[in-house]
């Protein structure tokens, strides 16, 4: 079992190409959107996160239930919203009406953390008090028995104390296995080092697999081994809203057929070939294309993005 940790919130898509036509609205929040990734992609997937008996509220309920995913709500708080407000090429720029709590629901978070083979967590959960806490302390039981994997995700215009983000991302990169960033985020995170310097960082923290996403350029995925970068695959971008998180499901569910998620993985993530970093680089990549080809964060389903090919573990397995 899965269990993704972290937000849930409705995308408000204001996109400027179409002119004065009403917004959009989707179920979103990157963890949200990793769950529902990993669920489409046949992993079983439970997400512990907030959301209100209110409007937006029942839209989330419904596209989790919807899509497979079990849900642990705590937290008391109105259901949080992001306007993303689209530009010419696609790209989106979000403001936040947001809230971060899981009280009330620590029991039955625990239960799952504690019983599943891999836990993610990322993005606002992670900065946003008073719930990060709570997400650390449920990592922090996890990793006995689950690999864990972090997105940052980073959201300057929620978390704008760059020094505090940072902080909090590296406290969070220590305590994972698998960690995911965008190259936005690095630059962000630490605007006087190159990408390759923070990346080798982060694995310096203790991390066996860093993945870096570039949009177009392609991803890059970096051991203590050894390094690959893929190209970004030619397609007719609808938006990227939950690329990123499409990725990090793909990458979550390649692992998870090389047989490389839970406490008895973990040694294996370190020595992961050339052949199966690129095979694993190409099959998050591949996820990531298919959501930005179409509007909204719309994860591939299996069916749709196929099996990891190119894999020596995953022949193995």
Known sequence: MITVIGESLVDIIDDQRRG???PEMHPGGSPLNVAVGCARLDLRTTLV???AEDRYGRMIADHLDSNGVRSIVGGSEPTSTALASLDAAGAAQYTFSIGWDINGASIPALA???SSLHV???SIATALPPGNKSVRGLVDAARPHATISFDPNCRPAISPDVAAAREQAEDFVAA?????ASDEDLLWLYPHRTLEESMAAWLDLGPSLLALTRGANGPV???GQGRVETPGEPITVADTVGAGDSFMAGLISGLAQMDMLGAAGRPHLRNLSPDDL????AYANRAAAITCSRQGANPPTSAELGPLTGSISAQKA
């Open 20 to 22: 004065n036509s009403d």
């Open 49 to 51: 996160t907030h959301f």
């Open 112 to 114: 799952a953390a504690e």
């Open 120 to 122: 993610h967590t990322g």
């Open 176 to 180: 994972s296995d698998i960690v995911k």
């Open 221 to 223: 995925l970096m051991t």
């Open 278 to 281: 690129h095979a694993l680089a």
